[in-house]
Protein backbone atom coordinates (compact mmCIF):
# COMPACT_ATOMS: atom_id res chain seq x y z
CA UNK A 1 0.00 0.00 0.00
CA UNK A 2 1.49 3.35 -0.98
CA UNK A 3 0.41 7.39 -0.95
CA UNK A 4 1.64 9.39 -3.60
CA UNK A 5 -0.50 13.24 -3.33
CA UNK A 6 -2.15 13.99 -6.24
CA UNK A 7 -3.89 16.97 -4.97
CA UNK A 8 -2.71 20.63 -3.71
CA UNK A 9 -5.44 20.73 -0.85
CA UNK A 10 -3.29 21.42 2.59
CA UNK A 11 -3.87 19.09 5.87
CA UNK A 12 -4.91 15.92 3.84
CA UNK A 13 -5.22 12.39 6.05
CA UNK A 14 -5.02 9.51 4.62
CA UNK A 15 -5.98 6.64 6.96
CA UNK A 16 -5.66 2.55 6.43
CA UNK A 17 -7.04 0.81 9.15
CA UNK A 18 -6.75 -3.14 9.97
CA UNK A 19 -9.46 -4.91 11.23
CA UNK A 20 -10.52 -5.32 14.81
CA UNK A 21 -8.67 -7.81 16.45
CA UNK A 22 -10.66 -9.40 20.22
CA UNK A 23 -7.16 -10.28 21.76
CA UNK A 24 -3.86 -10.28 22.59
CA UNK A 25 -1.26 -12.26 24.28
CA UNK A 26 2.09 -11.57 26.37
CA UNK A 27 4.24 -12.10 23.88
CA UNK A 28 2.38 -10.73 20.94
CA UNK A 29 4.59 -8.85 18.53
CA UNK A 30 4.03 -7.07 14.98
CA UNK A 31 6.56 -6.24 12.14
CA UNK A 32 6.55 -5.00 8.91
CA UNK A 33 8.27 -3.29 6.19
CA UNK A 34 7.75 0.29 5.41
CA UNK A 35 9.58 2.62 2.88
CA UNK A 36 9.59 6.62 2.88
CA UNK A 37 11.51 8.09 0.16
CA UNK A 38 11.39 11.62 -1.44
CA UNK A 39 13.03 15.16 -0.83
CA UNK A 40 9.92 16.03 1.12
CA UNK A 41 8.29 13.05 1.94
CA UNK A 42 7.25 14.09 5.31
CA UNK A 43 6.06 11.75 8.41
CA UNK A 44 3.84 8.88 8.79
CA UNK A 45 2.72 6.49 11.61
CA UNK A 46 0.81 3.47 13.34
CA UNK A 47 -1.62 4.27 15.27
CA UNK A 48 -3.58 1.37 18.07
CA UNK A 49 -7.05 2.04 18.85
CA UNK A 50 -8.43 0.52 21.91
CA UNK A 51 -11.99 -0.11 22.72
CA UNK A 52 -12.96 2.56 25.55
CA UNK A 53 -10.29 4.53 24.83
CA UNK A 54 -10.69 8.05 23.13
CA UNK A 55 -6.85 8.89 22.96
CA UNK A 56 -4.95 6.51 20.19
CA UNK A 57 -1.68 5.41 21.42
CA UNK A 58 1.14 5.81 18.47
CA UNK A 59 3.38 2.86 18.13
CA UNK A 60 6.09 3.99 15.26
CA UNK A 61 6.19 6.85 13.43
CA UNK A 62 8.68 7.72 10.75
CA UNK A 63 9.55 11.27 9.92
CA UNK A 64 11.80 12.12 6.99
CA UNK A 65 13.59 10.77 3.94
CA UNK A 66 14.94 7.45 4.26
CA UNK A 67 16.63 6.51 0.96
CA UNK A 68 15.03 4.63 -1.54
CA UNK A 69 15.07 1.63 0.11
CA UNK A 70 12.26 -0.86 2.37
CA UNK A 71 13.39 -1.10 5.89
CA UNK A 72 12.01 -3.30 8.65
CA UNK A 73 10.65 -2.54 12.00
CA UNK A 74 8.94 -4.77 14.93
CA UNK A 75 6.44 -3.53 17.70
CA UNK A 76 5.89 -5.33 20.47
CA UNK A 77 2.39 -4.81 21.61
CA UNK A 78 2.12 -7.29 24.27
CA UNK A 79 -0.39 -8.56 26.44
CA UNK A 80 -3.97 -6.55 24.79
CA UNK A 81 -7.15 -7.57 26.77
CA UNK A 82 -9.72 -4.90 25.14
CA UNK A 83 -10.92 -5.63 21.19
CA UNK A 84 -8.38 -3.31 19.01
CA UNK A 85 -7.17 -1.95 15.52
CA UNK A 86 -4.06 -0.49 14.02
CA UNK A 87 -4.25 2.99 11.85
CA UNK A 88 -1.26 4.04 9.55
CA UNK A 89 -1.65 7.41 9.02
CA UNK A 90 -0.33 10.32 6.42
CA UNK A 91 -0.87 13.91 6.87
CA UNK A 92 0.16 16.06 4.02
CA UNK A 93 0.95 20.35 4.64
CA UNK A 94 0.70 21.00 1.23
CA UNK A 95 4.34 20.86 0.15
CA UNK A 96 5.07 17.19 -0.71
CA UNK A 97 7.36 14.94 -3.08
CA UNK A 98 7.85 11.60 -2.25
CA UNK A 99 6.23 8.36 -1.64
CA UNK A 100 5.49 6.38 1.61
CA UNK A 101 4.62 2.87 1.68
CA UNK A 102 3.89 -0.42 3.43
CA UNK A 103 3.93 -3.82 3.16
CA UNK A 104 4.11 -7.83 4.55
CA UNK A 105 2.75 -6.98 7.91
CA UNK A 106 3.27 -10.14 10.38
CA UNK A 107 2.06 -10.56 13.69
CA UNK A 108 3.95 -13.54 15.64
CA UNK A 109 3.03 -15.42 19.00
CA UNK A 110 0.00 -13.21 19.86
CA UNK A 111 -2.16 -15.85 20.45
CA UNK A 112 -2.79 -16.85 24.36
CA UNK A 113 -1.60 -20.33 25.56
CA UNK A 114 -4.08 -23.29 24.09
CA UNK A 115 -5.66 -25.44 26.93
CA UNK A 116 -4.33 -28.59 28.17
CA UNK A 117 -5.24 -31.61 29.31
CA UNK A 118 -3.49 -32.15 32.93
CA UNK A 119 -1.29 -29.69 34.89
CA UNK A 120 0.47 -31.24 37.09
CA UNK A 121 3.31 -30.28 39.52
CA UNK A 122 4.36 -27.25 41.96
CA UNK A 123 5.65 -24.89 38.90
CA UNK A 124 2.72 -24.77 37.37
CA UNK A 125 -0.77 -23.04 37.53
CA UNK A 126 -3.56 -24.30 35.48
CA UNK A 127 -6.23 -21.46 34.39
CA UNK A 128 -9.51 -21.76 35.23
CA UNK A 129 -11.51 -20.96 33.10
CA UNK A 130 -9.37 -21.41 29.57
CA UNK A 131 -7.30 -24.49 31.07
CA UNK A 132 -4.14 -23.07 30.10
CA UNK A 133 -1.24 -24.33 31.68
CA UNK A 134 1.18 -21.70 32.34
CA UNK A 135 4.46 -21.50 34.31
CA UNK A 136 4.46 -20.68 38.09
CA UNK A 137 6.88 -18.19 37.56
CA UNK A 138 3.61 -16.61 35.77
CA UNK A 139 1.48 -16.11 38.49
CA UNK A 140 0.96 -13.03 40.52
CA UNK A 141 3.58 -11.01 37.98
CA UNK A 142 0.33 -8.76 36.77
CA UNK A 143 0.23 -9.68 33.31
CA UNK A 144 -2.83 -11.71 32.42
CA UNK A 145 -1.07 -15.00 30.92
CA UNK A 146 -4.01 -16.95 31.42
CA UNK A 147 -6.51 -15.37 29.36
CA UNK A 148 -9.30 -15.42 31.79
CA UNK A 149 -7.60 -13.19 34.72
CA UNK A 150 -7.30 -16.24 37.46
CA UNK A 151 -3.29 -16.39 37.31
CA UNK A 152 -3.46 -12.60 38.64
CA UNK A 153 -6.14 -13.57 41.58
CA UNK A 154 -5.80 -13.82 44.99
CA UNK A 155 -2.74 -12.06 44.94
CA UNK A 156 -1.32 -9.70 47.91
CA UNK A 157 -1.07 -6.07 46.51
CA UNK A 158 1.92 -4.89 48.72
CA UNK A 159 4.51 -7.39 46.65
CA UNK A 160 3.34 -5.65 43.05
CA UNK A 161 3.44 -2.76 41.67
CA UNK A 162 2.42 -1.56 38.33
CA UNK A 163 2.81 2.27 39.38
CA UNK A 164 -1.19 3.06 37.50
CA UNK A 165 -1.31 4.60 41.33
CA UNK A 166 1.96 5.64 42.46
CA UNK A 167 4.67 4.44 44.01
CA UNK A 168 2.82 1.72 46.11
CA UNK A 169 5.18 0.40 48.92
CA UNK A 170 8.61 1.60 46.53
CA UNK A 171 10.65 5.20 47.75
CA UNK A 172 12.74 7.36 45.73
CA UNK A 173 16.21 6.85 47.83
CA UNK A 174 17.25 10.08 48.96
CA UNK A 175 21.09 9.76 49.09
CA UNK A 176 21.35 8.98 45.36
CA UNK A 177 21.01 12.08 42.56
CA UNK A 178 17.73 12.45 41.19
CA UNK A 179 14.43 10.47 41.03
CA UNK A 180 12.72 8.46 39.28
CA UNK A 181 9.85 10.13 37.02
CA UNK A 182 6.03 8.48 36.71
CA UNK A 183 4.26 8.98 33.02
CA UNK A 184 1.85 8.16 31.13
CA UNK A 185 2.95 8.21 26.96
CA UNK A 186 6.37 8.48 25.86
CA UNK A 187 8.74 10.54 27.15
CA UNK A 188 9.78 13.87 26.07
CA UNK A 189 12.79 13.28 24.12
CA UNK A 190 12.35 11.41 20.61
CA UNK A 191 14.13 8.10 20.13
CA UNK A 192 14.91 7.52 23.79
CA UNK A 193 12.58 5.51 26.58
CA UNK A 194 8.95 4.23 26.01
CA UNK A 195 6.15 5.04 24.08
CA UNK A 196 3.73 3.05 26.41
CA UNK A 197 3.83 1.13 29.53
CA UNK A 198 3.51 -2.58 29.79
CA UNK A 199 0.45 -2.99 32.15
CA UNK A 200 -1.92 -1.66 29.86
CA UNK A 201 0.17 -1.58 26.69
CA UNK A 202 -1.32 1.82 25.49
CA UNK A 203 -0.76 5.57 26.35
CA UNK A 204 -2.90 5.47 29.23
CA UNK A 205 -1.05 3.24 31.26
CA UNK A 206 1.71 4.84 33.74
CA UNK A 207 5.34 3.70 33.94
CA UNK A 208 8.31 5.08 35.56
CA UNK A 209 11.12 6.14 33.72
CA UNK A 210 15.05 7.80 34.26
CA UNK A 211 15.39 11.52 32.37
CA UNK A 212 18.80 11.57 30.81
CA UNK A 213 18.73 14.88 29.71
CA UNK A 214 20.46 18.21 31.06
CA UNK A 215 21.14 19.01 33.95
CA UNK A 216 21.61 15.45 34.62
CA UNK A 217 24.98 14.36 34.19
CA UNK A 218 26.83 11.13 32.98
CA UNK A 219 27.02 8.63 35.81
CA UNK A 220 24.12 10.52 37.79
CA UNK A 221 21.98 7.49 39.67
CA UNK A 222 18.76 7.52 40.08
CA UNK A 223 17.54 5.01 43.07
CA UNK A 224 14.55 3.34 43.83
CA UNK A 225 13.99 1.31 47.39
CA UNK A 226 12.02 -1.90 47.81
CA UNK A 227 10.19 -2.53 51.01
CA UNK A 228 12.18 -4.36 53.61
CA UNK A 229 11.36 -8.38 53.40
CA UNK A 230 12.08 -11.17 55.91
CA UNK A 231 14.87 -13.59 55.50
CA UNK A 232 13.91 -16.00 52.84
CA UNK A 233 15.34 -19.25 54.87
CA UNK A 234 15.49 -21.97 53.01
CA UNK A 235 12.95 -20.62 50.48
CA UNK A 236 13.78 -18.43 47.57
CA UNK A 237 12.19 -14.67 47.35
CA UNK A 238 11.44 -14.08 43.70
CA UNK A 239 11.27 -10.50 41.82
CA UNK A 240 10.28 -10.02 38.37
CA UNK A 241 10.16 -6.83 36.65
CA UNK A 242 10.06 -5.23 33.35
CA UNK A 243 12.51 -3.06 31.89
CA UNK A 244 12.92 -0.37 29.23
CA UNK A 245 16.12 0.84 27.66
CA UNK A 246 16.34 2.11 24.13
CA UNK A 247 18.30 4.97 22.88
CA UNK A 248 21.68 5.61 21.47
CA UNK A 249 23.11 6.65 25.25
CA UNK A 250 21.04 4.58 27.02
CA UNK A 251 24.06 3.74 30.16
CA UNK A 252 23.26 1.13 33.04
CA UNK A 253 20.45 -0.53 35.21
CA UNK A 254 21.51 -2.77 38.04
CA UNK A 255 19.47 -4.33 40.95
CA UNK A 256 21.16 -4.44 44.79
CA UNK A 257 20.31 -6.61 47.46
CA UNK A 258 20.78 -5.02 51.05
CA UNK A 259 21.09 -6.15 54.78
CA UNK A 260 22.37 -2.77 56.39
CA UNK A 261 20.76 0.36 55.68
CA UNK A 262 22.55 3.24 54.03
CA UNK A 263 24.44 0.91 52.21
CA UNK A 264 24.55 0.06 48.44
CA UNK A 265 24.36 -3.79 48.74
CA UNK A 266 25.99 -6.21 46.57
CA UNK A 267 24.88 -6.68 42.79
CA UNK A 268 22.68 -8.87 41.67
CA UNK A 269 22.51 -8.21 38.08
CA UNK A 270 23.38 -5.29 35.33
CA UNK A 271 22.31 -4.70 31.91
CA UNK A 272 24.52 -2.14 29.58
CA UNK A 273 23.13 -0.15 26.99
CA UNK A 274 20.87 0.24 24.02
CA UNK A 275 18.68 -2.55 24.26
CA UNK A 276 15.99 -2.12 21.49
CA UNK A 277 12.66 -0.04 21.70
CA UNK A 278 10.70 -3.03 23.71
CA UNK A 279 9.95 -3.83 27.38
CA UNK A 280 12.09 -7.11 28.77
CA UNK A 281 10.91 -9.01 31.59
CA UNK A 282 13.42 -9.84 34.17
CA UNK A 283 13.24 -12.61 36.80
CA UNK A 284 16.01 -12.73 39.67
CA UNK A 285 16.14 -15.10 42.45
CA UNK A 286 16.98 -14.16 45.57
CA UNK A 287 17.76 -15.73 49.11
CA UNK A 288 18.98 -14.18 52.61
CA UNK A 289 19.05 -14.95 56.39
CA UNK A 290 18.77 -11.92 57.36
CA UNK A 291 15.99 -8.72 56.45
CA UNK A 292 17.09 -7.79 53.10
CA UNK A 293 15.97 -4.38 50.82
CA UNK A 294 16.15 -4.25 46.68
CA UNK A 295 17.53 -1.38 44.95
CA UNK A 296 16.76 -0.32 41.62
CA UNK A 297 19.50 2.00 40.13
CA UNK A 298 19.63 3.60 36.75
CA UNK A 299 23.03 5.52 35.53
CA UNK A 300 22.59 8.30 33.33
CA UNK A 301 25.06 8.31 30.27
CA UNK A 302 26.73 10.62 28.34
CA UNK A 303 23.81 12.14 26.58
CA UNK A 304 19.90 12.93 26.63
CA UNK A 305 19.24 9.65 24.20
CA UNK A 306 19.19 7.51 27.51
CA UNK A 307 15.87 7.34 29.23
CA UNK A 308 15.12 3.85 30.94
CA UNK A 309 11.37 2.74 32.11
CA UNK A 310 10.30 0.04 34.86
CA UNK A 311 7.35 -1.41 34.91
CA UNK A 312 5.62 -3.89 36.36
CA UNK A 313 7.66 -4.99 39.88
CA UNK A 314 6.32 -8.16 41.70
CA UNK A 315 7.63 -10.50 43.86
CA UNK A 316 6.95 -14.35 44.42
CA UNK A 317 7.45 -16.23 48.24
CA UNK A 318 8.57 -13.43 49.64
CA UNK A 319 7.15 -11.95 52.89
CA UNK A 320 7.09 -8.36 53.86
CA UNK A 321 8.99 -7.47 57.11
CA UNK A 322 6.24 -5.68 58.96
CA UNK A 323 3.99 -8.65 58.19
CA UNK A 324 5.75 -9.78 61.64
CA UNK A 325 6.96 -6.71 63.46
CA UNK A 326 7.08 -3.27 63.47
CA UNK A 327 10.02 -1.68 61.61
CA UNK A 328 12.13 2.02 62.35
CA UNK A 329 13.51 3.17 59.57
CA UNK A 330 17.36 2.94 60.22
CA UNK A 331 17.14 0.25 62.68
CA UNK A 332 18.22 -2.57 59.63
CA UNK A 333 21.73 -2.82 60.87
CA UNK A 334 20.80 -4.03 64.49
CA UNK A 335 17.90 -6.29 63.27
CA UNK A 336 19.88 -8.21 60.64
CA UNK A 337 22.46 -8.85 63.18
CA UNK A 338 20.48 -10.17 65.19
CA UNK A 339 18.39 -12.24 63.04
CA UNK A 340 21.18 -14.10 61.13
CA UNK A 341 21.57 -17.37 60.53
CA UNK A 342 23.25 -20.07 59.20
CA UNK A 343 23.77 -21.07 55.36
CA UNK A 344 23.31 -24.62 55.45
CA UNK A 345 22.96 -27.60 58.26
CA UNK A 346 26.35 -29.14 59.14
CA UNK A 347 24.60 -32.96 58.07
CA UNK A 348 22.90 -33.91 55.12
CA UNK A 349 19.31 -34.81 55.84
CA UNK A 350 17.52 -38.36 55.42
CA UNK A 351 17.63 -39.22 51.78
CA UNK A 352 17.64 -41.82 49.21
CA UNK A 353 19.97 -40.61 46.90
CA UNK A 354 22.17 -42.84 45.13
CA UNK A 355 26.30 -41.69 44.85
CA UNK A 356 25.52 -40.48 41.46
CA UNK A 357 23.13 -38.04 42.52
CA UNK A 358 23.41 -34.64 44.76
CA UNK A 359 21.51 -34.23 47.84
CA UNK A 360 19.64 -31.26 48.61
CA UNK A 361 20.64 -29.72 51.88
CA UNK A 362 17.58 -28.65 53.17
CA UNK A 363 14.89 -31.42 51.63
CA UNK A 364 16.50 -34.07 50.51
CA UNK A 365 15.32 -34.23 47.64
CA UNK A 366 18.11 -35.95 44.90
CA UNK A 367 18.67 -34.04 41.87
CA UNK A 368 21.04 -35.38 38.93
CA UNK A 369 24.34 -34.12 39.38
CA UNK A 370 25.09 -32.19 35.98
CA UNK A 371 22.55 -29.98 37.32
CA UNK A 372 24.94 -29.25 40.66
CA UNK A 373 26.40 -25.89 39.18
CA UNK A 374 24.42 -24.97 36.31
CA UNK A 375 23.49 -21.36 37.00
CA UNK A 376 20.07 -22.64 38.05
CA UNK A 377 18.67 -23.37 41.43
CA UNK A 378 17.44 -26.88 41.42
CA UNK A 379 16.84 -26.97 45.24
CA UNK A 380 14.60 -24.76 47.54
CA UNK A 381 17.32 -24.06 49.20
CA UNK A 382 19.87 -23.49 46.05
CA UNK A 383 22.22 -25.69 47.78
CA UNK A 384 23.29 -27.17 44.67
CA UNK A 385 24.29 -23.50 43.38
CA UNK A 386 26.21 -23.28 46.95
CA UNK A 387 30.18 -23.24 46.10
CA UNK A 388 29.80 -22.61 42.39
CA UNK A 389 30.62 -19.81 40.33
CA UNK A 390 28.39 -17.25 40.90
CA UNK A 391 26.43 -15.16 38.40
CA UNK A 392 27.75 -12.05 39.20
CA UNK A 393 30.75 -11.04 40.71
CA UNK A 394 31.77 -7.33 42.00
CA UNK A 395 34.44 -8.26 44.49
CA UNK A 396 32.51 -6.02 47.13
CA UNK A 397 32.02 -8.51 50.02
CA UNK A 398 35.95 -8.67 49.61
CA UNK A 399 35.56 -12.57 48.49
CA UNK A 400 35.98 -14.59 45.75
CA UNK A 401 32.99 -15.41 44.37
CA UNK A 402 33.99 -19.21 44.37
CA UNK A 403 37.09 -18.27 41.85
CA UNK A 404 40.34 -19.93 43.44
CA UNK A 405 43.99 -20.12 42.49
CA UNK A 406 45.01 -23.76 40.95
CA UNK A 407 48.23 -22.76 42.50
CA UNK A 408 47.63 -22.63 45.67
CA UNK A 409 44.77 -24.57 46.15
CA UNK A 410 45.11 -25.33 50.30
CA UNK A 411 45.01 -21.84 50.38
CA UNK A 412 42.04 -20.22 48.12
CA UNK A 413 42.01 -17.48 49.98
CA UNK A 414 44.14 -15.02 48.29
CA UNK A 415 44.58 -12.81 51.42
CA UNK A 416 45.65 -15.87 53.41
CA UNK A 417 49.04 -16.48 51.13
CA UNK A 418 52.26 -15.07 52.73
CA UNK A 419 54.48 -15.00 49.98
CA UNK A 420 54.26 -11.61 48.97
CA UNK A 421 57.25 -12.07 45.95
CA UNK A 422 55.41 -14.54 43.96
CA UNK A 423 53.02 -13.29 40.56
CA UNK A 424 49.45 -13.75 41.57
CA UNK A 425 46.07 -12.82 41.77
CA UNK A 426 44.71 -10.58 44.83
CA UNK A 427 42.18 -8.35 45.96
CA UNK A 428 43.02 -4.20 45.52
CA UNK A 429 40.96 -1.26 46.23
CA UNK A 430 42.46 2.46 45.30
CA UNK A 431 42.57 2.91 48.86
CA UNK A 432 45.39 1.10 49.21
CA UNK A 433 47.47 2.48 45.97
CA UNK A 434 51.21 4.15 46.23
CA UNK A 435 52.06 7.30 45.15
CA UNK A 436 52.72 6.79 41.52
CA UNK A 437 50.53 3.21 41.33
CA UNK A 438 47.68 4.91 39.60
CA UNK A 439 49.85 5.64 36.55
CA UNK A 440 49.31 1.38 35.97
CA UNK A 441 46.32 0.40 38.06
CA UNK A 442 43.11 1.21 38.50
CA UNK A 443 42.62 4.12 41.11
CA UNK A 444 38.88 3.04 41.29
CA UNK A 445 37.09 0.10 40.64
CA UNK A 446 34.32 -0.51 38.42
CA UNK A 447 31.50 -1.50 40.17
CA UNK A 448 31.29 1.64 42.17
CA UNK A 449 33.23 4.16 40.86
CA UNK A 450 34.79 5.01 44.26
CA UNK A 451 38.43 4.19 45.91
CA UNK A 452 36.21 2.40 47.89
CA UNK A 453 35.13 -0.33 45.85
CA UNK A 454 37.33 -3.83 45.27
CA UNK A 455 38.21 -5.74 41.71
CA UNK A 456 40.76 -8.39 41.27
CA UNK A 457 44.00 -7.66 39.93
CA UNK A 458 47.58 -9.27 39.73
CA UNK A 459 50.29 -6.79 40.91
CA UNK A 460 53.96 -6.74 38.69
CA UNK A 461 55.67 -5.56 41.17
CA UNK A 462 55.70 -9.16 42.28
CA UNK A 463 57.31 -11.94 40.02
CA UNK A 464 59.31 -11.57 36.65
CA UNK A 465 58.94 -11.55 32.98
CA UNK A 466 56.80 -14.48 31.58
CA UNK A 467 55.68 -15.48 35.00
CA UNK A 468 51.82 -16.41 34.86
CA UNK A 469 49.06 -16.68 37.36
CA UNK A 470 45.70 -18.25 36.87
CA UNK A 471 42.43 -17.82 38.53
CA UNK A 472 39.46 -20.53 37.88
CA UNK A 473 35.90 -21.06 38.72
CA UNK A 474 34.68 -24.36 40.19
CA UNK A 475 33.92 -26.78 37.29
CA UNK A 476 30.50 -25.86 35.79
CA UNK A 477 28.66 -29.08 34.61
CA UNK A 478 26.60 -27.10 32.34
CA UNK A 479 25.56 -24.25 29.99
CA UNK A 480 22.89 -23.52 27.75
CA UNK A 481 23.28 -22.47 24.07
CA UNK A 482 23.43 -18.38 24.67
CA UNK A 483 25.88 -18.63 27.49
CA UNK A 484 28.50 -16.02 27.62
CA UNK A 485 30.42 -14.43 30.15
CA UNK A 486 31.10 -10.57 30.42
CA UNK A 487 33.22 -8.73 32.29
CA UNK A 488 35.32 -5.58 32.43
CA UNK A 489 39.55 -5.40 32.76
CA UNK A 490 41.86 -2.47 32.94
CA UNK A 491 45.49 -2.89 31.56
CA UNK A 492 47.27 0.35 31.75
CA UNK A 493 50.87 1.08 31.93
CA UNK A 494 54.19 0.88 29.73
CA UNK A 495 54.85 -2.92 30.09
CA UNK A 496 51.32 -4.31 30.62
CA UNK A 497 51.34 -8.06 29.44
CA UNK A 498 48.88 -9.84 28.47
CA UNK A 499 45.51 -11.43 29.49
CA UNK A 500 43.64 -14.23 28.21
CA UNK A 501 40.41 -16.56 29.19
CA UNK A 502 40.51 -19.95 29.12
CA UNK A 503 38.57 -23.13 29.34
CA UNK A 504 39.31 -26.24 30.68
CA UNK A 505 37.93 -29.61 29.82
CA UNK A 506 39.68 -32.26 31.86
CA UNK A 507 43.03 -32.32 30.68
CA UNK A 508 42.40 -29.89 27.49
CA UNK A 509 42.89 -26.38 27.98
CA UNK A 510 41.88 -23.89 24.74
CA UNK A 511 42.06 -20.03 24.37
CA UNK A 512 38.53 -18.19 23.87
CA UNK A 513 39.94 -14.57 24.35
CA UNK A 514 43.14 -12.88 24.55
CA UNK A 515 44.42 -8.66 25.08
CA UNK A 516 47.77 -7.61 25.31
CA UNK A 517 49.56 -4.27 26.02
CA UNK A 518 48.08 -0.97 27.62
CA UNK A 519 44.49 -0.38 26.66
CA UNK A 520 44.52 2.82 28.20
CA UNK A 521 43.61 4.22 32.24
CA UNK A 522 40.09 3.12 31.81
CA UNK A 523 37.69 0.35 32.43
CA UNK A 524 37.14 -1.81 29.62
CA UNK A 525 33.89 -4.08 28.66
CA UNK A 526 34.78 -7.21 27.41
CA UNK A 527 32.54 -10.44 26.08
CA UNK A 528 33.68 -14.17 25.51
CA UNK A 529 30.33 -16.52 23.94
CA UNK A 530 30.71 -19.52 26.00
CA UNK A 531 27.68 -21.60 24.47
CA UNK A 532 26.63 -25.16 25.32
CA UNK A 533 29.61 -26.85 27.22
CA UNK A 534 29.49 -29.44 30.03
CA UNK A 535 32.02 -29.91 32.71
CA UNK A 536 34.38 -27.33 32.56
CA UNK A 537 36.20 -24.17 34.10
CA UNK A 538 36.90 -20.91 33.15
CA UNK A 539 40.31 -19.62 33.47
CA UNK A 540 41.95 -15.86 33.83
CA UNK A 541 45.07 -16.02 32.69
CA UNK A 542 47.25 -12.70 32.97
CA UNK A 543 51.66 -12.54 32.11
CA UNK A 544 53.88 -10.77 33.40
CA UNK A 545 55.47 -8.19 31.42
CA UNK A 546 58.82 -7.11 30.59
CA UNK A 547 58.98 -4.67 34.05
CA UNK A 548 56.43 -3.78 36.74
CA UNK A 549 54.67 -1.02 35.20
CA UNK A 550 51.58 -3.18 33.98
CA UNK A 551 49.11 -4.62 35.89
CA UNK A 552 46.25 -6.73 35.20
CA UNK A 553 42.84 -5.99 36.83
CA UNK A 554 39.20 -7.18 36.46
CA UNK A 555 35.69 -6.77 37.74
CA UNK A 556 32.12 -7.42 37.20
CA UNK A 557 32.45 -10.88 35.88
CA UNK A 558 28.97 -11.94 34.97
CA UNK A 559 27.76 -15.17 32.98
CA UNK A 560 24.66 -14.45 31.25
CA UNK A 561 22.02 -16.48 29.68
CA UNK A 562 23.93 -19.63 31.02
CA UNK A 563 21.21 -21.82 32.70
CA UNK A 564 20.90 -25.13 30.12
CA UNK A 565 17.52 -25.84 28.43
CA UNK A 566 15.09 -27.28 30.28
CA UNK A 567 12.78 -30.15 28.81
CA UNK A 568 8.99 -28.96 29.55
CA UNK A 569 6.82 -31.69 30.78
CA UNK A 570 4.19 -30.85 27.99
CA UNK A 571 4.36 -30.50 24.53
CA UNK A 572 5.96 -27.53 22.94
CA UNK A 573 3.68 -24.98 21.55
CA UNK A 574 2.51 -23.77 18.39
CA UNK A 575 5.25 -20.99 18.44
CA UNK A 576 7.82 -23.59 19.62
CA UNK A 577 9.74 -25.84 17.58
CA UNK A 578 10.20 -29.44 18.88
CA UNK A 579 13.96 -30.48 18.89
CA UNK A 580 15.02 -33.96 18.57
CA UNK A 581 15.71 -33.78 22.35
CA UNK A 582 12.70 -32.82 23.66
CA UNK A 583 13.69 -29.19 24.06
CA UNK A 584 11.14 -26.56 22.81
CA UNK A 585 12.93 -23.20 21.76
CA UNK A 586 11.28 -20.20 19.49
CA UNK A 587 10.86 -20.66 16.15
CA UNK A 588 12.64 -17.43 15.44
CA UNK A 589 15.92 -19.49 16.55
CA UNK A 590 15.52 -21.99 13.18
CA UNK A 591 18.39 -21.81 10.98
CA UNK A 592 20.01 -18.65 12.40
CA UNK A 593 23.82 -20.24 13.06
CA UNK A 594 23.18 -21.38 16.44
CA UNK A 595 23.02 -24.62 18.29
CA UNK A 596 19.59 -23.42 20.52
CA UNK A 597 18.19 -27.11 20.83
CA UNK A 598 22.23 -28.50 21.85
CA UNK A 599 21.78 -31.16 19.22
CA UNK A 600 22.15 -29.43 16.63
CA UNK A 601 18.95 -30.57 15.14
CA UNK A 602 17.47 -26.47 14.80
CA UNK A 603 20.43 -25.99 12.08
CA UNK A 604 19.86 -29.42 9.80
CA UNK A 605 19.34 -29.46 6.97
CA UNK A 606 16.40 -31.32 6.85
CA UNK A 607 14.99 -29.25 9.41
Known amino acids: ?245 YGKQVYLLSVFQRTVSNTKGWLLWYKFGNQGNRWIRQTLYISSYKPFQILVKGTVGDGFTGDIGLDDMSFLGCTLYNEICSFLKGNLPTISTTLSGTSVPATLPMNNCTENEFVCRASGHCIQMIQRCDFRPDCSDMSDESDCAMEVCNFEDKTLCGWYQPAFEQNSRIDSIHDTNIFKWELGSGANLYPGEEEHRPSTDHTTYTVEGWYLFADSSNGEFGHTADIATPVISLTGPKCKIVFWNHMNGSTVGSLEVLCKTGNKTSKLWTQSGTQGPQWNRAEVFLGIRSNFQIIFRTKHGVSYMGDVAVDDITFEDCSPLLIPDRPCTLQEFTCANKYCIPKDNLCDFVNDCADNSDESSAT
Request: net charge negative.
Open 1 to 245: MFILKNSSSISQIAQLQSPKFRQAGPNCTMSFWYYNYGQSVGAAEMQLLVDGLKEPTVLWRVYYNHGNQWLKTFIQLGRLSHPFQFSVNKISLGFYDGVSAIDDITFENCALPPPASSCEGPNHFWCRSTKACIDRLWVCDLVDDCGDGSDEENCNPDLQCNFENGLCNWEQDTEDDFDWIRIQGPTPTVNTGPSKDHTTGTGRGHYLYMESSEPHEFEDRAVLLSPLFNPSGNGTCIFRFHYHM
